[in-house]
């Protein structure tokens, strides 16, 4: 137990601290908008796999109020998604495919490894590649929502542009 709260403790500081060195915190509106908008397809997608018995998170931080592992789905992923969207590249399709594969690719692997050496999370019928497509397409559906949000065409703005 106490292994298991000294990772969620890690991994949030981790992401604070990247959150305080990496965000551009003067649009503040574009960061809680894709913060939230992450949040709300983790618990969807999160809620899903548990009620379908793909996963199990045995150890939780609100046994009695959620079935899910609150730190991950409501700050780890948001976050991810925070600096996710802050630095999506503006011009590319290839450049914005791979960009998005890599931050896909890390947090599945951060999930898998999780799920291999902490009782945190538990793979009944589910795989590191379920998770990197859901990643792929959660956050890729979070940056559409920032960008249609503020109406900001994402793909085809100048390389001037800065943060969102």
Known sequence: MAAVWAWNVIWCAIMISLLYKFVDWRDIRKVWVGFLAMQTITWSVGITLVNS?????????????THQNFVTGYFIYPSLSVLFNQ???RIGRVKQFFYTFAYAGTAAFWDYIMSAYTNIENHLNWNPVKQF??????????????AWMFKQHFPDRGLDDAGY
């Open 133 to 146: 497509l859901i990643l792929f397409i959660g956050l890729l559906a979070c940056r559409w929502f920032v």
């Open 53 to 65: 018995h793909l996963v199990e998170y045995p150890v939780r931080l609100f046994p009695g109020a």
């Open 87 to 89: 630095y999506f590249p």
